[in-house]
């Protein structure tokens, strides 16, 4: 078991920052059995690539749950949260893309033999029509679509699980209803939920439920394991950044788990080191002021005490146990994270229909007509002529190649890339996903930053143009969630270069 963890880890790719299995820690079998875990999906078939380290993509995905598949442990693989859809009310625009996008996501999750999926709020809230044709082409069950909870019972290995969605909002004693005559007929029971921290809790206090898949927390950062009652509560972040894996080692029926995953106790680690700074200084402080009760002083060094015994107990081997157990880990899916070679031609073949069905849908989509104050766009290649050495440095910028990105990728006419990679996006006398005046507002031009300018490359003596440009126009497309490490000083600084800004460089 140690070697093959070993092996797994490096066929896997693992990455991990949160710990990564190092030895088996139940012993020597194979766990019973293997839960595969994703929350909150959002219909995301791969990030935007944006980001300085983007994370996710269903290729990454699939590559990890076939070569879990491969493994001596059963593989129970379960989705929780919003999966298809990650807006609740589509722009009319925009429901044809999203579908398609949800029917090619949940052709790939059918493929890679899903067990269950609990639609989060928003899935449910699109069309019966929709959801129809996304349940026709899912062997996996969709849980509690009709009723506030539902059971499958699945045969993993040696073990009956019996898997229980819980519609969002169902009343808990709906849940413990069906709970109930379940979990006395299986080995395990999960329980899976869309919902808050309350809701996740609430469900975990039903009697007989092992483990909760909490989805609808739309986090980034994934939880490890904690305990609700019972149960233990599994999270594995969002739009497919990762998946839990969770080992569970399952000896006797009606035990309590014990967790032994090196990413809970690395997280309680840190949280008790970061605690017993925080108190050391206090105590130190409190000391030094000499005005506080001596009783006081004394309790808090107690804790302090209390407090290091429990981080030194964290540091002691985990201890063997014959008894029931899990051993979870996250594996981030980083661009080093190896793909299925197979889900990303399904992933490629969508974009290009996608791009061509959108081009085709869109033809002819005209930007918001020009009030009285406008001024038209005019695209960057009529600045040139006046403004060659600015002309000549953007063309080799990053913002004059932000088309080709997007072409490179088959996605200048996904509605989900455009505005940000071209020119006076939906603006009046701008472009849209079709309309760029022949590509001359394609790419991210003098005018993104400028503004408008037909008007002064027409008549530059009369008419002037905004030289400088606030944070506020960055913004739009800088975004926190495609632009993480956006600084407004520091990346302006990069733009403004002899030629551009500044007096062009003399040899
Ligand atoms: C017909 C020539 C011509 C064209 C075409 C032209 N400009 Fe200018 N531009 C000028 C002149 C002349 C000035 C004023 C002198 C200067 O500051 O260099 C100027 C100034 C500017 C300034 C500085 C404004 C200020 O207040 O200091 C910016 C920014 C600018 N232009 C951007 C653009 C952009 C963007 C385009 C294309 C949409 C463009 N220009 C097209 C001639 C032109
Ligand atoms: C219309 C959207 C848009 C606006 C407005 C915009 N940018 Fe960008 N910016 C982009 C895109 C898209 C890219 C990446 C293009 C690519 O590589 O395909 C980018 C890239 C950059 C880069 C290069 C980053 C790198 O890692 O190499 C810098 C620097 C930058 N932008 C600064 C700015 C600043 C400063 C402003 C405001 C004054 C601004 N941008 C306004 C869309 C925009
Ligand atoms: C909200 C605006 C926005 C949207 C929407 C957007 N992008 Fe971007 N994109 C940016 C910005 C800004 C950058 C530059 C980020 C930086 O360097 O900090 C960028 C950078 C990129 C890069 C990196 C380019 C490079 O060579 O480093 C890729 C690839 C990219 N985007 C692809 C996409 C795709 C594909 C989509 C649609 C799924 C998309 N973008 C949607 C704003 C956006
Ligand atoms: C990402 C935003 C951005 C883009 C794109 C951009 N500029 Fe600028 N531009 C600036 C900033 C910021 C300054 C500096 C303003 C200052 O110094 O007050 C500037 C300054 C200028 C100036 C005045 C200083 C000078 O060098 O004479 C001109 C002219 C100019 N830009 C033209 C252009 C033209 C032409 C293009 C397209 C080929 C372009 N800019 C693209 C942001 C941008």
């Known amino acids: 078991m140690r070697c ?3 092996v ?3 066929t896997l790719g693992l990455g991990c920052s949160r710990g990564q299995p190092k030895k088996d820690p139940a012993g020597s079998d194979a766990p019973s059995l293997r839960l595969a875990v994703v929350t909150d999906l959002k219909g995301y078939l791969e990030p935007c690539g944006c980001t300085s380290e983007p994370l ?10 076939r070569a879990l598949r491969e493994g001596p442990a059963p593989v129970v693989f379960l989705i929780a949260g919003d ?3 990650d807006t609740a009310e589509l722009e ?3 429901v044809d893309q999203a579908n398609r996008n949800a029917k090619t996501l949940a052709g790939i999750l059918d493929e890679l033999e899903v067990d269950a999926v609990l639609p989060g709020r928003r899935d449910r809230a699109q069309p019966p029509e929709a959801l129809d044709v996304l349940r026709q082409g899912s062997r996996g069950s969709w849980l509690a679509m009709e009723t506030d909870a539902e059971v499958l019972q699945i045969e993993a290995g040696s073990l009956r699980l019996a898997v229980v969605g819980v519609r969002p909002g169902a009343e808990r004693d709906s849940v413990a209803v069906v709970v109930g005559p379940a979990q006395a007929e299986s080995d395990l029971t999960i329980a899976l939920v869309d919902g808050s921290r309350r809701d996740a809790n609430r469900i975990g206090a039903v009697d007989g439920v092992d483990f909760v898949l909490h989805g609808g927390l739309d986090e980034d950062e994934p939880i490890p394991p904690h305990q609700a009652g019972q149960a233990w509560v599994l999270h594995a972040s969002r739009q497919g950044q990762g ?3 969770v080992d569970v080692y399952r000896k006797k029926k009606k035990e309590p788990f014990v967790d032994r995953s090196e990413w809970s106790r690395s997280e309680r680690a840190s949280q008790i080191d970061r605690q ?3 108190l050391s200084a206090r105590i130190t402080a409190w000391e030094k002021s000499g005005d506080v009760d001596a009783a006081d002083l004394e309790a808090q060094r107690r804790r302090l005490v209390e407090m290091k015994k429990e981080r030194q107990a964290l540091d002691a081997p985990t201890v063997q146990t014959d008894g029931n157990a899990l051993f979870a880990t996250w594996i981030p899916l980083s661009k080093k994270a190896p793909k299925d070679r197979q889900v990303e031609k399904l992933m490629r073949e969508h974009d290009k229909v996608v791009n061509a069905a959108n081009r085709v849908a869109f033809a002819g989509l005209e930007p918001p007509l020009l009030g009285p104050d406008d001024i038209a766009y005019v695209g960057s290649a009529a600045c040139a002529g006046c403004h060659q050495t600015a002309y000549a440095w953007w063309r080799n910028h990053a913002h004059g190649v932000a088309y080709l990105t997007l072409q490179q990728r088959n996605k200048e006419y996904n509605l989900d890339c455009v505005g940000c990679h071209v020119t006076g996006y939906d603006q009046p006398g701008g472009s849209t996903v079709t309309h760029n005046l022949d590509l001359a507002l394609v790419n991210v031009g003098c005018e993104s930053c400028h503004g408008p300018g037909a008007a002064h490359a027409k008549d530059a003596e009369k008419v002037g143009i905004l030289r400088d440009t606030p944070e506020s126009m960055c913004v739009v497309c800088h975004t926190p969630e495609h632009s993480d490490l956006f600084d407004y000083d520091a990346f302006r600084k990069t733009i403004v270069v002899p030629g551009h800004g ?6």
């Open 276 to 278: 017993i700074e925080d």
């Open 56 to 65: 996710g993509g269903i290729d990454r995905l699939a590559a990890q749950i």
């Open 92 to 94: 009319p625009v925009r």
């Open 8 to 10: 797994l880890a490096l």
């Open 502 to 507: 500044l007096p062009p460089m003399v040899r």
């Open 83 to 85: 999966t298809f859809f």
């Open 4 to 6: 093959f963890l070993a």
């Open 243 to 245: 998946l839990t894996i």
